[in-house]
């Protein structure tokens, strides 16, 4: 009897996160990682098919290795939790860069870290849900682009330390999900998700590269809506 491939995602209570639980439900064994125990509960009885999949709540900027204990095998470890802060620079006070990089780099960073025997036991294949802003810088979007930049960093390095890891970095524009909303509100301007990506669209980007051959590495996708605006 063949064992399924397992999966932790991060930030998967929600968009994109979501998406990509639902994506990878008939195939994976799923660890649905968030800080919302209830919510996560939600997405896993939400899932298609006979899916195995269990809500791993956790305070990803607190993850320690009991956190991660039980894990000897991870096949694919999913980066999608984030947040975002607008604001000019001269707005943005130290607290809030401190948050973002807390959020988007360094819990990424630890997470991988402590999950990095496991990956290597399955050759596994980490996946970094980035963003248009981790290729270039908006204004009032600088401490969100600088915390994506460096996720970018950390993404090219992990893949030329750990050579035997696949590890792909997936930059969509907007995403018509509830943080988009929120920016939008911050922006003062409509919420229009016919003009965004769907976050299913980012899910089946996922699929892509963790269904490459054997033989092929996609190390980045970049994805922007048809419509809308381009960042």
């Known amino acids: 009897m063949s064992v399924r491939p397992n999966a932790l995602i991060t930030g998967a209570s929600r968009g994109v996160g979501a998406a990509i639980a639902r994506a990878l439900a008939p ?3 799923l660890l649905l990682g968030g800080r919302d125990a209830e919510a996560l509960a939600e997405t896993a009885s939400g899932l298609p098919g006979a899916s195995a999949a269990r809500p791993w709540p956790v305070e990803l900027t607190a993850v320690t290795e009991a956190d991660v204990s039980g894990i000897d095998r991870l096949d ?27 959020i988007n780099v360094i819990a990424v960073a630890e997470l991988t870290r402590l999950l990095l025997p496991a990956l290597r036991a399955a050759r596994g294949h980490v996946v970094l849900i980035n963003s248009g802003s981790g290729q270039r810088a908006n204004p009032n979007w600088v401490s969100y682009a600088a915390s994506k930049h460096a996720l970018r960093a950390f993404a090219d390095g992990l893949r030329l330390e750990e050579p035997e890891l696949r590890v792909t970095t ?7 999900t509830d943080m988009q909303r929120e920016v939008r509100a911050r922006e003062g301007g409509p919420y229009q998700p016919e003009n965004y990506l769907d976050p299913d669209s980012v ?11 054997p033989d092929a590495h996609i190390t980045e996708i970049t994805v ?6 381009p960042n």
Do not use: Q
Not at 83 to 92: N, P
């Open 27 to 29: 195939t994976h064994d």
């Open 76 to 102: 694919v470890l999913v980066h999608s939790a984030g947040v975002v802060t607008l604001g000019r620079v001269e707005e943005t006070p130290a607290e809030v860069w401190r948050r973002t990089m807390e």
């Open 224 to 229: 922007r809506p048809a419509a809308g605006p």
């Open 203 to 213: 899910a089946r980007l996922v699929l892509t590269a963790l269904t490459a051959s």
């Open 170 to 176: 997936i930059y969509p524009g907007r995403v018509a």
